[in-house]
């Protein structure tokens, strides 16, 4: 395990070289002693895994290969982050959270508790790139989303509490709680019967 900074992983942790903690963010390039990654017990790191510095991640935590986690990245509990799988920093992610391999996360995300996000997902925080018109913003995922493979949201958008975002959809606008959204650009609906009577 490669190391920067200072460290902190819990009990029973199951680390695959090479893995990398605590890399320093561009202000700590200089710098020795900055905080690097704190993570809770019962971690899986697996082989290629960068986490950079400035990252708390709590309990039961498990990567696949070749996962980037930026700067100033919070996690909870409970959490899988899939192969190949980049989030930039300054983002929040909840408790029970499911994000499959090839996802991207821009900085200034919001995941809430019990989402799941489907494999090669993009979320994006730019709305004018690359001039940054309007600042950067992350789009807010409220709990017990679901977010299908392949969709793209847009910066800034809300997926409302238990909505779905169908697999390839293109989100240019909020999504209501409980609702779905569909197709390019994405149309609401109202869920599917089985499903609304899963909830």
């Known amino acids: 395990m490669i190391e920067y900074g200072l460290n902190s992983v819990g009990p029973n942790a199951r680390i695959f ?7 320093p963010s561009r202000d700590n390039l200089s710098k020795t002693g ?7 017990k019962n971690v899986v790191l697996r082989s290629g895994s960068i986490i950079y510095c400035d990252v ?4 039961d935590f498990q990567t696949g290969h070749n996962v980037m986690i ?3 990245t919070r996690i909870g509990n409970r959490v899988a982050v899939g192969t190949g799988t980049v989030i930039e920093g300054y983002s929040t992610i909840g408790n029970d959270v499911s994000i499959q391999s090839m996802v991207f996360i821009p900085t200034e995300t919001q995941i809430g508790n019990h989402v799941f996000i489907g ?4 979320l994006t925080n730019d709305r004018y790139p690359p001039t940054r018109i309007g600042g950067l913003r992350g789009p807010i995922i409220k709990d017990g989303a679901a977010i299908g ?3 793209t949201l847009l910066p800034g958008i809300c997926i409302g509490e238990g909505a779905l975002v169908a697999a390839g959809a293109v989100v240019t606008h909020d999504v209501p709680d409980h609702m779905l959204a569909i197709g390019s650009p994405a149309r609401i609906k109202d869920l599917p019967g089985e499903i609304r009577q899963s909830e």
């Open 149 to 151: 493979a392949n969709t």
């Open 34 to 40: 900055f905080p690097g990654t704190t993570i809770g």
């Open 17 to 23: 070289d090479p893995v990398t903690l605590g890399f």
């Open 56 to 59: 708390v991640i709590g309990d």
């Open 70 to 72: 930026r700067e100033k």
């Open 119 to 122: 494999p090669n997902a993009v």
